[in-house]
């Protein structure tokens, strides 16, 4: 997960870097005393922190440009459908007369009106950076543009104008770098000035990872006591690998007792405990003072490594974890703990850790007490918003602003430190591409910043009832498998004729081509760059291996028998929730059926990075009979393969899918038997919230699926739904996700 050396956003060439961006808590402002005349052209880069709640960005209560309650964008009176729920990475916000753009894609129509006196992010509770207000029409490419590596919409340099703020000087945050007055700046201090901006995002606690009333302040780093329970909160960046390091200030010590930070494991089978303390359960280790026989490290309830006394106002904590080598290190007021029969902890060293934890991924988190606020930093604010006099610590790669230096290796959580993907543009070897049959022939394009020739393509009807249609480069063109049917292949030379160097050809049968009917493919691009591959072989009845060629580990394989007519089989890494032992249970992508413990699928065995193996049952290795199967290794930054624990609410579960912004989920639930597969993509929904469902399944058509609707995120999806198919309390359910972006690069989703 760590990278060393600079991030580049650029589309080639030199890129253009955004420095700093201002915080602006929910009492300030920028003000300034000036007419505009219309039209005019707004542009910003902004960080929601506050979600369901009127925000401004551009006049008055109720002004030229804010968002609702509803989390809409209302521009002249005129609000999006698109809701914009994201706060963990940026958003580029735009509006002229040429219209609404979030993130360079339109999303409305506005007129502009004259302007005078109006005020900046009143109330409003984010981060803003490059902020232009001009008159004139500009274009929206003029402020942003396709990033040639990722795909992404990415922040261009324009200067000039009546207001352009850059935030640059600290000692004066209404500074204008445009012709205008400067701007008075009303409860902004030079400690709101912050390193976090639109090429370099750093982790915050996340608004959509918490308790319901969880309160959160100064941009999402400051947890707020409020109940006498320890509401828990988590962060916006998982981390699945490496050495990171944050620091936590304890802002006002009343004596209750409290978790100032703390790491969670993504997706344990015992899931956070929304209403007690990070460390209440097996799946967490929080660093807590004042519980039971003093301060010290939780998990599963019990305080497992003893005291550091008692917290004060004032003290910061300190946790420094390595994913890799799986130990875990915390500190107070720059001491690391010492270990029963140790010495103290020497995180730079890899020694006396304060406890080896388990082996997984991790988010950070915290879990403020009644009356206590504590006030995180991940690397971006050293001052802990205005309470300490800012040390100004960079980690080794230079990144990040820490009061106290982190350990040799150990990095801040930001972008910059983010690995690069393997694909680095999804659209290279993923795609979701929709059309219009025309009952004759005909070749689709596909639509991405990239394109390919795919080696599977599936294919559904949305408009009717109609069975999926997949093809595969190695059973070759008009070679038909249907994902909610037994049925054995067929050969329909008028389904799918050929792929192309950007698509495919198809030929008139209804499944594919109905004259005037919308229908939707999915396309993979088989390799081990993008972790896929398709695998043809022969049963032999008797236990055995198949090689592959992904270099990895599996973690979703799918099989299906040709020449028969039986179910499809499914291997999902996501079944470690289950049992533990994700290869001695199986899943059957046509049913709904919940998984089933046999060891006549796989063996019992897991795959290797080199073969996966198979048992004896007939629907994976009958004597004679020829077998294709789909195996998928998880690329970070590209794809992820998982599982969650349902909620029963519908504020429902966060999922984090590492590295990326999902383009394409499948969720399906393993403990009931009711649950469908359900695929949803950016595509036929191309704004939150995502709900558009097709069901892989069932031949039904799609359908609108607003009771078991979800948000894409730049760093995973949130379930918001209580409906059984996603989101009943304690059942496991497994996720598929291939990449939109790589968070890397930070855009929210718009």
């Not at 015992?270 to 967490?284: H, K, L, R």
């Amino acid at each position: 997960m760590p990278v060393f050396g600079t991030t580049q956003f650029g589309s080639g060439g030199g890129a253009f870097e955004i420095d700093q961006s201002c915080r602006f808590g929910v009492s300030a402002e920028l003000s300034l005393t000036y007419t505009l005349s219309e039209p005019w052209t707004f542009s910003a880069w902004i960080k929601r922190s506050k979600l369901s709640a009127e925000s401004l960005i551009l006049g008055a209560s109720g002004g030229e440009i804010h968002f609702n309650s509803d989390d809409t964008l209302e521009v002249e009176g005129t609000s999006t459908t698109a809701l914009y729920r994201d706060s963990g990475g940026w958003y580029h916000v735009y509006a002229s007369n040429n219209g609404i753009y979030v993130n360079g894609v339109s999303v409305g129509s506005c007129t502009t009106t004259d302007l005078s006196n109006a005020k900046l992010f009143d109330d409003f509770d984010g981060y803003a950076a490059d902020v232009h207000l001009r008159t004139g029409t500009t274009a929206v490419t003029d402020f942003g543009e396709t990033s040639g590596t990722t795909g992404q919409w990415i922040p261009k340099e324009k200067s000039g104008g009546e207001m352009y703020l850059t935030f640059s000087n600290s000692s004066a945050m209404g500074e204008n770098s445009g012709s205008g007055s400067d701007w008075t700046a009303t409860n902004i201090a030079a400690t709101d000035q912050l390193i976090d901006t639109p090429t370099n995002n750093y982790c915050t606690l996340s608004f959509t990872d918490k308790y319901s009333t969880q309160a959160l302040q100064e941009g999402n780093l400051k947890g707020i006591g409020t109940s006498s329970y320890w509401y828990s909160v988590l962060a916006t960046f998982p981390m699945t690998s490496g050495k990171w390091y944050a620091e936590s200030l304890e802002v006002n010590h009343t004596g209750a007792n409290g978790f100032p930070i703390a790491v969670h494991r993504i997706n344990d089978l015992t899931a956070v405990n929304w209403g007690y303390y990070i460390g209440y359960t097996t799946s967490g280790y929080g660093l807590g003072y004042g519980l039971y026989s003093g301060n010290g490290v939780y998990t599963n309830g019990t305080q497992t490594v003893t005291s550091f006394g008692d917290g004060a106002t004032g003290d910061i904590y300190q946790l420094a974890i390595d994913i890799d080598n799986n130990k875990l290190w915390v500190g107070k007021n720059n001491t690391w703990h010492t270990p029963s029969g140790g010495s103290a902890g020497d995180p730079a060293n890899g020694t006396d850790p304060t406890y080896d934890i388990t082996a997984g991924e991790y988010v950070y988190g915290m879990s403020p007490p009644v009356s206590e606020n504590y006030t995180a930093n991940f690397g971006q604010d050293s001052s802990f918003a205005g309470e300490k006099t800012a040390q100004n610590n960079a980690d080794g790669n230079d990144q990040g602003d820490f009061y106290y230096a982190p350990p040799s290796g150990f990095l801040a959580l930001c972008a910059a430190n983010l690995d690069d993907s393997a694909v680095a543009d999804s659209s290279s070897s993923f795609q979701t591409t929709t059309y219009t049959g025309n009952g004759g022939t005909q070749s689709i394009d596909q639509s991405g910043n990239q394109t390919f020739e795919p080696d599977l393509v599936w294919i559904k009807y949305r408009n009717a009832s109609s069975s999926h249609v997949l093809t595969d480069s190695v059973r070759g063109v008009t070679k038909v498998l249907s994902s909610d049917a037994t049925t054995a292949e067929t050969t329909d030379a008028d389904t799918l004729t050929g792929f192309d160097s950007d698509g495919f050809s198809l030929g008139a049968d209804s499944k594919v081509n109905t004259n005037t009917g919308n229908f939707v493919a999915w396309q993979w691009l088989e390799g081990a760059a993008p972790g896929f591959d398709i695998v043809s072989y022969t049963g032999n009845g008797s236990a055995r291996t198949i090689s592959h060629s992904l270099s990895a580990v599996p973690k979703m394989i799918i099989v299906k028998n040709r020449d028969q007519a039986d179910a499809w089989q499914v291997y999902h890494a996501g079944l470690s929730g289950v049992t533990g032992d994700p290869q001695t249970d199986y899943m059957v992508l046509n049913t709904l059926a919940a998984a089933v413990d046999s060891a006549d699928r796989w063996n019992d065995t897991a795959p290797t990075s080199s073969v996966f193996s198979l048992g004896t049952g007939v629907e994976v290795n009958t004597n004679t009979e020829d077998y294709i199967a789909y195996l998928f290794a998880e690329v970070w930054g590209f794809s992820s393969f998982g599982y969650y624990i349902g909620n029963g609410a519908a504020d429902g579960p966060m999922v984090h899918t590492p590295g990326m912004s999902p383009a394409w989920v499948m969720i399906k639930d393993s403990t009931g038997s009711s649950g469908y597969w359900g695929i949803e993509d950016v595509i036929r929904s191309p704004y939150n919230v995502v709900n558009t469902q097709i069901d892989a399944n069932a031949a039904a058509a799609e359908f609108d699926s607003s009771g078991r609707a979800i948000d894409f995120l730049s760093n995973g999806f949130k379930v918001r739904t209580s409906d059984a198919d996603k989101n009943t309390s304690g059942y496991i359910y497994l996720y598929t996700a291939f990449a939109k972006f790589p968070f890397k690069t930070s855009n929210a989703r718009q």
